[in-house]
């Protein structure tokens, strides 16, 4: 069973990046048969998807978040983590990480619990 | 961008009823549509892929349909697990975008 755990700091100050790193269990983060996207939710909204890395460890981003978006892979320990740099206050979400298939519907299983990230000064 | 809108925003149901949730895209997207469950503190789970296909796992009692631009979510014969909130998101092109949400309380 493929389990997904997200870490990193809880609190950032405005201007700060944040970086947080997603541990893959159950499986490898280097399967060829799979993306692996991080996802933030806003409190109230809707969830945001904010990029994926593929298998060959290339990556695709939201374009209104690609300016401050990277997205890497660490295979020695199936991870992948998120930088996301100069914050402000609209970055305060939960950031999930999570898993698609390379070919299918494009659908988000499973999702990791998520980490709740506030940017307040 | 496409965008994805949900109504009702909210409903009120109560055990044993049945509910439908639509989702409107901003362009044609085929059945590139996929539906999740959030409850409360918990991460969204995955019910519904390719506006029809049923995630192991998930009851029979879910439901999806549509096509083009307009898709719908039923819940037949509500059940208390059945209570959160319901998110859509298409899939046809990143970046993926999600609805806005509806939720069902009782």
């Known amino acids: 069973q493929v389990q997904l755990q997200e870490s990193g700091p809880g609190l950032l100050k405005p201007s700060q990046t944040l970086s947080l790193t997603c541990t893959v269990s159950?499986?490898?983060?280097?399967?060829?048969?799979?993306?692996w996207s991080w996802i933030r939710q806003p409190a109230g909204k809707g969830p945001e998807w904010i990029g994926r890395?593929?298998?060959?460890?290339?990556?695709d981003y939201n374009p209104s978040l690609e300016s401050r978006v990277t997205i890497s892979r660490d295979t020695s320990k199936n991870q992948f983590s998120l930088k996301l740099t100069s914050v402000t206050a609209a970055d305060t979400a939960v950031y999930y990480c999570?898993?698609?298939?390379?070919?299918?519907?494009?659908?988000?299983?499973?999702w990791g619990q998520g980490t709740p990230v506030t940017v307040s000064s | 961008d496409i965008q994805m809108t949900q109504s009702p925003s909210s409903l009120s149901a109560s055990v044993g009823d049945s509910v439908k949730i639509t989702c409107r895209a901003s362009?044609?997207?085929?059945?590139?549509v996929n539906w999740y469950q959030q409850k409360p503190g918990k991460a969204p789970q995955l019910l519904i892929f390719?506006?029809?296909n049923l995630q192991s796992g998930v009851p029979s009692r879910v439901s999806g349909s549509g096509s083009g631009t307009d898709f719908t979510l039923t819940i037949s014969s509500l059940q208390p697990e059945d209570f959160a909130t319901y998110y859509c998101q298409e899939s046809y092109v990143m970046p993926f975008t999600f609805g806005p949400g509806t939720k069902v309380d009782i």
């Open positions: 999570s898993r698609s298939m390379v070919s299918g519907y494009n659908w988000f299983d499973p």
């Open positions: 159950g499986a490898s983060s280097t399967s060829a048969d799979y993306y």
């Open positions: 362009q044609r997207i085929g059945t590139y």
């Open positions: 390719g506006a029809s």
């Open positions: 890395i593929y298998p060959t460890g290339s990556t």
